[in-house]
Nanobody, 126 residues
Framework: QVDLAESGGGEVQAGGSVRLSCTVSGVPFRSVGLGWFRQAPGHEREFVAAIAHYGGELWYHDSVKGRATISKDNTKNTLYLEMNGLKPEDTGLYFC???????????????????WGQGTQVTVSS
């Protein structure tokens, strides 16, 4: 059974930072593509960042480029997302995902996702 368990969300002041973690089980961690999506109230889920299982290739949504870093620790089966310079528009429920396919252009959508975590809430106050 695949399980993606997010943690690390909370309320942060604008300009602050947050580090989200996702512990992954039920899949060969080193062999899967992983990433993050988010969903703001009243909006669809949108891609945030992805990391390939091979060679560490990374992708970011334009809205977080330069402010977000996705990484993983193969010894802990844990995926991370660190975001700095947070803005109120970064508020949302952040989901850890396992991809079934990659997007060569970096335009990941929910169709690329095979499994979803339950999400962790990040609220950025101005």
């Amino acid at each position: 059974q695949v399980d993606l368990a997010e943690s690390g969300g909370g309320e942060v002041q604008a300009g602050g930072s947050v580090r989200l973690s996702c512990t992954v089980s039920g899949v060969p961690f080193r062999s899967v593509g992983l990433g993050w999506f988010r969903q703001a109230p009243g909006h669809e889920r949108e891609f945030v960042a992805a990391i390939a299982h091979y060679g560490g290739e990374l992708w970011y949504h334009d809205s977080v480029k330069g402010r977000a870093t996705i990484s993983k620790d193969n010894t802990k089966n844990t995926l991370y997302l660190e975001m700095n310079g947070l803005k109120p528009e970064d508020t949302g429920l952040y989901f850890c995902v396992k991809f079934s396919t990659y997007s060569a252009s970096g335009d990941f959508t929910t169709r690329n996702v095979r499994f979803w975590g339950q999400g962790t809430q990040v609220t950025v106050s101005s």
